[in-house]
């Protein structure tokens, strides 16, 4: 089984300095687009590879791509990676980063070329000081090589790339939000269209791409459509980086092929549930997914096939509630960390999703009435898609629609016996 | 007043940006890196800097959750109290915690020592629960193990 993004990745030992990047094939993909290919065969070739963007959309890369302008004069482009990693129980961008920087700096050069951008960012959370670190580093050592700069290995290309460390929001991770972040201002979303492939950072087209989106590209470019396709046996290409956390054995990540059961990712990688503790639920790919339960271990973990199953891939890495957590307690927790982070732009959003935690929090203190379950049922759809202005509150909602659906009778108990159930098992309100 | 040196930093970033207000949240990192917060007098020696008025500044500074508009102790403690670090008893944590420095999310110690943060997801799931202090990143704690880790900060 190939693994292209954690091949070279190993916990005992630093990342790869360039030497050893480079003795390992690194930098060969680039050598190869500056010789031998164009910009617009580039994005020919990720777009026929059927990569999804790995952020927790999964729109096809090398479209997005296609949507900036080429040859119309313009002279300042830009290109950059969404290292703002803060998805709730999403850790797989920070092995990327800290295991081998110079996997991502090789594919921005790449799909920056692609664009013909010549400014490229790494937009960075702040709390990741070692990927800081090592990625700086990383980026030292190519511009020493002339792999970053101006006339890049004779081929007339120029790219500058700056670290940009963010100062904490979860909405920065929304790429015109992040895009306002960058210009110094608030980090609310924009409205689209314009979309940043036409009109991005300081008005000029961009791209914004999850660093597993681009720490793709160079193994694309290297071995070509048909090769990333083959890896996944489903309907999405490539591989996942996929993870589990929670009271599982091993809790962990893990490339695999696109597509791996969760039944694979729950009973085998993740070693089963710790004894003591039974499975009730995960959402499969951070916090603004809905839950699966057990009727769904044998679902294919890629984009088609868990939307088919009401819940969406989201970051791959799944959050696994046990029985000894309490639904309302564990939805509780979600609804503050949306409504902290909700950035007040729109109203649904900044008011509905504090209402939702209150309510929440009055059914974990027992003081919950019967028809709140009804008004929660109420919130979903007004917090849903098409009535707010970003994602944000949508996803917030789709946790909690799915709580309401498969732990009901829990949601329930809470309102009959006028407490949480689980209050002597799990700690304090 | 800015110190030549904040000025120094200050204009290295915004020789980066094509508009000098792009380069306030770096300015407002730079002063908070020297000073430790932002306060209302920091605030407007960097609006005025930047050529932007102090309540333009500081909306964009009120709106970053490591942007410290009031004073902080000397060591920062941020504990991440997202989901999976919620169902792996960060709550045993915050107890420990709150009992042995005697104070609650956003508070300092009497002694300046320590203020203690909520924080969101440190994307450590898999090692959770997980903290931080100052830069230092603390992964698989237990209740055990935090005496230890403070001792370490003075």
């Given amino acids: 089984m190939e693994t292209p993004l954690t091949q070279h990745i190993s916990s005992s030992r630093p990342p790869l300095n360039l030497r050893d990047y480079e003795q390992v094939g690194g930098y060969q993909a680039l050598r190869k687009v500056l010789k031998s290919m164009n910009p617009s065969e580039v994005t020919k070739t990720v777009q026929e590879s059927d990569l999804k963007g790995r952020g927790g959309a999964g729109f096809n890369t090398g479209m997005k791509w296609s949507f900036v302008p080429m040859n119309d004069g313009e002279t300042t482009k830009y290109l950059i990676a969404n290292a703002d990693e803060m998805e709730p129980g999403t850790f797989k961008d920070r092995l990327l980063l800290e295991g081998n920087p110079h996997q991502l700096i090789e594919g921005m050069i790449i799909s920056a070329f692609a664009i013909q951008a010549n400014i490229s960012y790494i937009f960075l959370r702040w709390a990741y000081k070692k990927a800081a670190r090592l990625v700086r580093h990383a980026m030292d050592e190519a511009y020493a090589a002339g ?53 991005g950072l300081f008005g000029k087209p961009t791209i914004v791409n999850n660093v597993e989106t681009l720490c793709n590209i160079p193994h694309i470019v290297n071995n070509g459509a048909d090769w990333f396709k083959a890896l996944s046996p489903g309907s999405d290409a490539g591989t996942k980086l996929y993870g589990v956390s929670g009271r599982v054995n091993n809790p962990g990540l893990w490339e695999l092929p696109m597509g791996t059961t969760m039944r694979e990712l729950i009973e085998e990688r993740a070693g089963g549930m710790k004894e003591g503790y039974q499975f009730r639920g995960a959402l499969p790919g951070g916090a603004s997914t809905d839950f699966l339960v ?80 009804k008004l929660l049922a109420i919130h979903t759809q007004f917090l849903g898609p098409g009535n707010t202005f ?13 709580a309401l659906k498969y732990f009901r009778e829990d949601f329930e108990r809470h309102i009959n016996e006028k407490k949480c159930p689980w209050v002597n098992n799990h700690g304090t309100h | 007043m800015l110190t030549a040196e904040e000025i120094t930093e200050i204009d290295h970033e915004i020789a980066l940006v094509p508009l000098r207000r792009a380069a306030c949240i770096e300015a407002l990192k730079i002063v908070q890196q020297h000073r430790g917060w932002i306060s209302d007098e920091s605030l407007r020696a960097i609006a005025d800097y930047m050529q932007m008025s102090p309540e333009e500044l500081d909306s964009v500074a009120t709106f970053y959750n490591l942007v410290f508009r009031k004073p902080v102790g000397r060591n920062i403690i941020l504990l991440c109290d997202s989901i999976t670090c919620y169902v792996m008893g960060y709550d045993k944590l915050y107890e420990h915690l709150r009992g042995k420095l005697q104070i609650s999310f956003g508070e300092t110690t009497a002694d300046g020592r320590f203020t203690l943060l909520p924080n969101a997801c440190l994307g450590t799931c898999d090692h959770a629960p997980a903290l931080m202090v100052n830069n230092e990143l603390y992964r698989n704690v237990t209740r055990d193990d935090l005496d230890g880790i403070l001792d370490g900060y003075k």
Wanted: aromatic share 8%; charged share 20%; glycine share 10%.
């Fill in chain 1, 390 to 402: 970003c994602a944000l509150a949508p996803g917030a909602m789709e946790p909690l629609q799915s």
């Fill in chain 1, 294 to 373: 057990e009727q769904h271990f044998d679902i294919k973990m890629d984009y088609k096939s868990v939307a088919a199953a009401g819940s969406r891939l989201g970051t791959g890495t799944m959050i696994v509630l046990d029985d000894r957590t309490c639904p309302v307690g564990f939805v509780h927790n979600l609804e503050h960390f949306f409504a902290q982070e909700s950035c007040g732009w729109c109203t649904p959003c900044r008011e509905g999703l504090p209402w939702t935690e209150k309510i929440l929090l009055s059914l974990e203190k027992g003081q919950g009435r019967p028809e709140d379950l």
């Fill in chain 1, 147 to 199: 792999y970053l700069g101006r006339n890049i290995l004779n081929s007339g290309y120029n790219l500058e790339m700056y670290l940009h460390t963010g100062v904490g929001r979860y909405i920065c991770g929304e790429e015109t939000a992040l895009l306002n972040a960058l210009e110094g201002k608030r980090a609310t979303p924009r409205t689209k269209p314009p979309f940043p492939q036409v009109s």
